[in-house]
Structure formats: C-alpha cells, structure tokens
C-alpha cells in the first residue's frame, strides 16, 4: 500500500541543486553547474524564464555582455536557454517559492505556492530584485477571491475557453491578452479607466476593431470597483466616470496592472539580509546557511554591481563551492570547456 | 538663472519635506529621490519601463513638459494613477521646477 509518505516522497521532484529564480544569473548556473555534473531544477514565479530581461526590457540592448557587442535582452535569454540545454534543466515557473527546510540527512525540501515540493542536496537563491509581484487595485474583498475566479497572470489562456472574463487596465499587456483571449472566452470585457490607450497605439487599434465587430466588450473611463459571490466570484461592479455602476456577472476578472519585484518569502527564511540583499561570503557566494547559496542582484557584498556580468562570474564560483554537497566523496579536478567539451546529460 | 531650486516631497506616510537642489546637476527628479533615500526601487534605472518611480504632482503640474509615449505606456498600467501622475525619471531637474510639490507613490521591493 502506498502510504502518504511514500506518496510524497515520490511526487516530489528530485534534483541536485534547486534554483530559485529563473533570470539570467539562474540560468547560467545551470550549465555551471551541468559541466561538474550537477543537476538543476528551476523555480520561477513568473510564467516565463528570464528574470528582468524579460518581464521588463526583453527588446532593449545590452552593450556589455562579454563578445556581444550589441545583443536584445530577450535574445541573451533565447541564448542562455539553447546554452544550458544539454544539462536538461527541468522547471516549475507560474510558481513562487514560499519555504524550505532541511531533513536529518542534509537535504533540502523546497515548497511553492502551489504546494509544489522539491528535494535537493544545494538550493541557490537566484532571485533577483524578488519575485516578480502583480500590482493589485484596491478593491475591498479582492483577497478573498483570489483562485477563486480572481487571478493577475494568465498562465493557460484555454482555462478562460468559453467564460465570461473582465480584464482590467491600459497597459501592453492588457491589450495584447484582451486580444488573444477574445478568441478564446465566451463573453470578453475590458475595462480602462481613460477613454484612450497612449502608450500602445497599434494593440489598440486592434483592440477597438474587435470591440467594433462584438468580439469584445470595450468599458472605458471606468473601473472595476467591486466583486462579490458565494465562495467563487460571481460578479463584478464597474463604475464610470460619473459615478454610475453598473454589475457585470462574471467567471474571472484579471487586473494587469503590471508586475514588480518584492523581496517577499525570502526575507523569512534565517537569512543574513542587508538592505533587501542577501549578505554572502565572496569566495563562493555562499550564505550563513549551510548548502545554500546566493547569486545575482539577490546578493549583496562589499563591491557589489547589480550587473550580468558578476552574476555570472558568481554562478562560477558558487557551483565549483556546490559539488562537494553533490559529490562528497569525490575530488573537483577544473578542467577548460575547450579540453573536456560540453558532455550533455 | 537660479542655482539652487526648492522643491518640496511628500512621503507615502505623509511627511512633507522641503529640498535645496541645485539645478547645473543634470539627474532626474527620480535620482534626487533615490539618493534621498525615499523608498523606491527604480528598477529600469530610468528607462521608463518599470513605474517604479511613480509621483503624484501636488503643485506645478501645468509646468512640465508632456510625457512622451512609454511614459504614458507605463502609466496607462498603473492602478493607483491619478490625472497628476508622471514618472519621476522622466522629469529632469531645472529652475521650472522651482517650488513645486511632488507626493511619493512608487514602490520599493518590500
Ligand atoms: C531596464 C533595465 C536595464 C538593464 N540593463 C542592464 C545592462 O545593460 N547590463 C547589465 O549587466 N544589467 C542590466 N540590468 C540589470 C540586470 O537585468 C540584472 O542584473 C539581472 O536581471 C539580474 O539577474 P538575476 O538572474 O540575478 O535576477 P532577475 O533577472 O531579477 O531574476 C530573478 C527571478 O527570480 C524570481 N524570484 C524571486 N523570488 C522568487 C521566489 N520566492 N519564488 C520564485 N521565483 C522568485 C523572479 O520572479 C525573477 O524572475 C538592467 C535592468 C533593467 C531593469
Ligand atoms: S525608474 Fe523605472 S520607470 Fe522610472
């Protein structure tokens, strides 16, 4: 029979090292680590990898990666992704490390949001600026609903096939998922609060010719300004410029008011913390906890440049530091990628 | 031409606090706040892409220039906008903002 213990034993995911943080600096590890043999899993709140690159800059340049002159940030993610793939890095993204613990034999379980776990004998703190946050409006019982028809990140669009969904904002991200989910949901609103889109001229055109053909409803100078149901949210009420309300009943109502890091969890965890930093012994970024690490903007030592670059060099060190908790009883020997290759998993 | 501006910051707690900045500096309204030591994160560095620096103008709002479009594309995002909303980053320090008032709403990563 399978007890519950067994049961979680076996559900939980089983690496070597357990990253959290899936931007630039985690990514790296990986192949890092990956040349010693180590493998990584990685944990990251926002549904895609790439940290800031991506949520933030992915179409700018970056002029001081070494041997790129000039490169897109999103491209350096791409690169890094195609980099680290022989080392086949597994991941948990959409997913916000809450906690961790260590058992009697040394290793480290690690639980998400979602009651996720993984096992591992190293865990490398690659968070960044935090973890990447939804702004939330402030709407009394928002909380309350959260799961439970409210949600701020669309992880699988089709879980909105054929609902009446209400998104709320101006910005990028809420034109471009207004437009893609009107071909997706049964009943589509979106609510602005001007009369105009200023920032993002072609999405909005596009977005008042769906509106035109009834393939969304378009609710401007208002805002959502109450919900309300039974256990799931039923309904929401939006308020117009002249204070007029109106409800709507509803399955989801999506706020995208745009994401921003927070140090969150992290600062919970025993960790020797410096002004929202993670303060780390500089031979090999390793924290005041045994077999954890961290690297990246996360970190914080005397010297300190929230670069790329150093994350880098960091991610190095930290994983030539990490193998003796992998492989105890071996010896390191550093080798060149140039005389050993890159020997895929 | 003025050498030294006052302007005057109001924290999100609601302290009001009156700074001497000279204008021959060349930062940003969000460089003198940072290096004030207000709590915002800035995250993009001043590139108008993360509104961290988000400030309500209380007094002087009809002196700034416009915001161009990705200011606007930033501000359009955020929930507690108001029609007086810029981002701090993109208002550079001279003499026309002698004596206005800015109110704090941007956030650190706490
Ligand atoms: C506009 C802009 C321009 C920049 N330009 C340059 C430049 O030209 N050159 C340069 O070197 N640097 C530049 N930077 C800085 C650079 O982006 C950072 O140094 C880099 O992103 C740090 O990488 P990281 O992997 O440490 O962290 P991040 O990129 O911040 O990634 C950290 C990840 O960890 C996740 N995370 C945090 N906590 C948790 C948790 N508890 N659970 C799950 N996930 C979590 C976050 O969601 C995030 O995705 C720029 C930054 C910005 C914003
Ligand atoms: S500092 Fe990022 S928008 Fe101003």
């Known amino acids: 029979m399978l007890t519950l213990h067994t049961f979680l034993v076996y559900s939980m995911i089983q690496t070597d090292i357990c990253i959290v943080g899936a931007g630039p600096v985690g990514l790296f590890a990986v192949f890092e680590a990956g040349l010693l043999k180590m493998r990584c899993h990685l944990v990251d709140a926002l ?34 992704m195609k980099q680290i793939e022989p080392f086949k890095p597994t991941f948990t993204l959409g997913e916000r490390v809450d906690s961790f613990v260590r058992n009697d034999d040394g290793t480290i379980i690690v639980t998400t949001n979602e009651g996720t776990t993984i096992s591992s004998k190293v865990l490398v703190i690659a968070a960044g600026l935090g973890c990447f946050e939804p702004r939330k409006p402030e709407v009394k019982d928002l909380e309350k609903f959260e799961g439970k028809g409210i949600s701020y990140m669309i992880l699988d669009p089709e879980k909105y ?70 256990g799931h949210l039923e309904s929401v009420t939006i308020t117009n410029n002249q204070q007029e309300n109106t409800q709507l009943f509803v399955d989801n109502f999506i706020p995208l008011f745009g994401l921003t890091p927070k140090l969150g969890p992290i600062a919970e965890w025993g960790l020797n913390i410096d002004k929202n930093s993670i303060v780390v012994n500089v031979e090999d970024y390793s924290t005041n906890i045994p077999a954890v690490y961290a690297i990246g903007d996360i970190n914080t030592y005397p010297g300190k440049l929230k670069l790329i670059l150093c994350g880098f060099h960091e991610a190095a060190l930290m994983a030539q530091s990490a193998f003796r908790y992998v492989y105890p009883d071996q010896k390191l020997s550093f080798k060149y990628t140039t005389v050993n290759g890159v020997n895929a998993f | 031409m003025k050498d030294l501006i006052e302007v005057t910051i109001i924290d999100k707690d609601g302290t009001s606090n ?8 060349s930062l940003s309204l969000m460089e003198v706040l ?5 709590p915002i994160l800035a995250t993009c560095g001043g590139m108008a892409l993360c509104a961290t620096c988000h400030v309500q103008v209380i007094k002087g709002y009809e ?23 810029r981002l701090s980053c993109q208002l550079k320090i001279d003499e026309t903002m002698d004596g206005m008032e800015f109110r704090v709403m941007g956030e650190d990563n706490v």
């Open chain 1, 47 to 80: 549904p895609q990898v790439g940290g800031q690159l991506s949520e933030i800059y992915p179409k700018k340049p970056i002029y001081d990666i070494p041997g790129y002159p000039e490169i897109l940030a999103g491209d350096l993610i791409t690169n890094l």
């Open chain 1, 161 to 230: 096939r054929g609902k009446r969904v209400v998104l709320a904002g101006g910005g990028d991200s809420a034109l471009d998922w207004a437009i893609h989910l009107s071909e997706i949901c049964g009943e589509l609103s979106l609510v602005h609060r001007s009369e105009t889109f200023r920032g993002a001229p072609d999405s909005a055109a596009k977005v008042f010719e769906l509106a035109k053909k009834g393939k969304l409803n378009l609710i401007l100078n208002s805002n959502v300004t109450a919900v309300s149901g039974n």
């Open chain 2, 18 to 25: 009156t700074l001497q900045i000279p204008t021959g500096i």
């Open chain 2, 34 to 38: 940072k290096g004030e030591g207000y």
């Open chain 2, 63 to 85: 002196k700034l220039h416009q915001p161009e479009d990705q200011e606007w594309a930033m501000l359009d995002t955020l929930p507690n906008y108001t029609p007086q909303s």
